[in-house]
Nanobody
Framework: QLVESGGGLVQAGESLRLSCAAS??????MGWYRQAPGKQRDLVAA??????DYADSVKGRFTISRDNAKNTLYLQMNSLKPEDTAVYYC????????WGQGTQVTVSS
């Protein structure tokens, strides 16, 4: 089971840090996904072991990390833009967990 938290309402240019707590040991290959209203759910950041990868739209602004001792995945989001507004979810890169409720991020201009 995965529980996302840390979302909120912020102004453009501000930062947020999302957390994803797993009920057990998290998998090696994990990702943060987001879904805006009326759009598909997209992968925005991935971490596989120590390697990370990002969607072009967030590269240089978002940082994915993990704390294996706490079974927690993080997403540091800086320089937020209105187009980052979405519900953010975490999961493995093969969707091996049931989807959680996500955490809403709203960025006002």
């Amino acid at each position: 089971q995965l529980v996302e938290s840390g979302g909120g309402l912020v102004q453009a240019g501000e930062s947020l840090r999302l957390s994803c707590a797993a009920s057990g040991t998290i998998f090696s290959a994990m990702g943060w996904y987001r879904q805006a209203p009326g759009k598909q759910r997209d992968l925005v950041a991935a971490i596989t072991g120590g390697s990370t990868d990002y969607a072009d739209s967030v590269k240089g602004r978002f940082t994915i990390s993990r704390d294996n001792a706490k079974n927690t995945l993080y997403l540091q989001m800086n320089s937020l833009k209105p187009e980052d507004t979405a519900v953010y979810y975490c999961n493995t890169l093969r969707y091996q967990y049931p989807w959680g409720q996500g955490t809403q991020v709203t960025v006002s201009s």
